[in-house]
């Protein structure tokens, strides 16, 4: 906190990216120091957040909530990283975006490409990529698509990373 603070007396554009895996209280200390917030919402669906992460999604979710409420929601964008048959579905898609539209109409959302350089990484940590096969990037086409299901579901300001 001390050093946002220090950052913003500076002119200096501060930002946070987090999973929101976070007690409200201390994300309370920070937030009134921050220009931009990406926070991730990767799985709406509690069971299948908890296998693929190990963790429940409820705080991110009640984070969320939180974080869309006037204050702050100006600052705010949700991003879902698209991780083929697992986060890229139209299922979670929809969902995800449902839940965004109930918090506000106005949530800037964001569909991050999947990047098929990450599948490197995980042999240097000593764990398994969540993948059996590494796939490509998503083309034009299919990010509009997964984009259409998010506006579907009512979300006006969804856009996508290529």
């Not at 490409?113 to 796939?135: E, S, V």
């Amino acid at each position: 906190r001390e050093f946002l603070q220090r950052l913003q007396k500076m002119g200096i554009h501060t930002a946070m990216e987090s999973s929101l895996q976070a007690a409200p209280a201390e994300l309370q200390k920070v937030l009134p120091y921050l220009d931009q917030i990406y926070a991730d919402c990767k799985l709406f669906d509690c069971a299948l957040h908890r296998h693929w992460t190990k963790q429940d999604n409820e705080q991110i979710k009640e984070n969320i909530r939180w974080l869309l409420q006037p204050r702050f929601r100006e600052k705010v964008v949700i991003r879902t990283p698209l991780i083929p048959e697992i986060t890229a579905t139209r299922e979670n898609i929809a969902s995800i975006a449902g839940f965004l539209q109930s918090c506000w109409q106005g949530t800037r959302y964001e569909l991050l490409n999947y990047n098929p350089l990450a599948a490197a990484k995980y042999p240097l940590l000593g764990t398994d990529y969540c993948l059996d096969k590494n796939l490509p990037r998503y083309t034009l086409a299919e990010l509009e698509q997964l984009a259409g299901f998010a506006k579907r579901a009512g979300l006006q300001q969804v856009s996508f990373e290529r």
